[in-house]
Nanobody, 127 residues
Framework: QLQLVESGGGLVQPGGSLRLSCAAS????????IGWFRQAPGKEREGVSC????????NYADSVKGRFTISRDNAKNTVYLQMNNLKAEDTAVYYC????????????????????WGQGTQVTVSS
């Protein structure tokens, strides 16, 4: 059974860091484009970052460029989202998602392009 499980969320002070993990079971992550999305209360789910199948392409939302880094460890079948210099506006539930398509540019962080989703992990940035 295909499953994505996020972990690594928590409470952090502004300026702090967290690393989220997205572990897959039932399929091989490096054969999928993987996206990270987030949803804050009362807001729509938005794309944060993505890494293409094969890992040769990454993309980031403007709001996180220079602060977040996506990477994958094929041996662990896991994709990571390193989040630095966190801000209060980064508070949200973070989801990873997988697509069998090679997604580039804007499609890569478009939620409609993804077929499989994890259950989410809460990130709260507050002093």
């Amino acid at each position: 059974q295909l499953q994505l499980v996020e972990s690594g969320g928590g409470l952090v002070q502004p300026g702090g860091s967290l690393r989220l993990s997205c572990a897959a079971s039932g399929f091989t992550l490096d054969r999928h484009t993987i996206g990270w999305f987030r949803q804050a209360p009362g807001k729509e789910r938005e794309g944060v970052s993505c890494i293409s199948l094969g890992g040769g392409y990454t993309n980031y939302a403007d709001s996180v460029k220079g602060r977040f880094t996506i990477s994958r460890d094929n041996a662990k079948n896991t994709v990571y989202l390193q989040m630095n210099n966190l801000k209060a506006e980064d508070t949200a539930v973070y989801y990873c998602a997988a697509s069998q398509k090679l997604l580039l540019a804007g499609r890569c962080i478009s939620r409609g392009e993804y077929d499989y989703w994890g259950q989410g992990t809460q990130v709260t940035v507050s002093s």
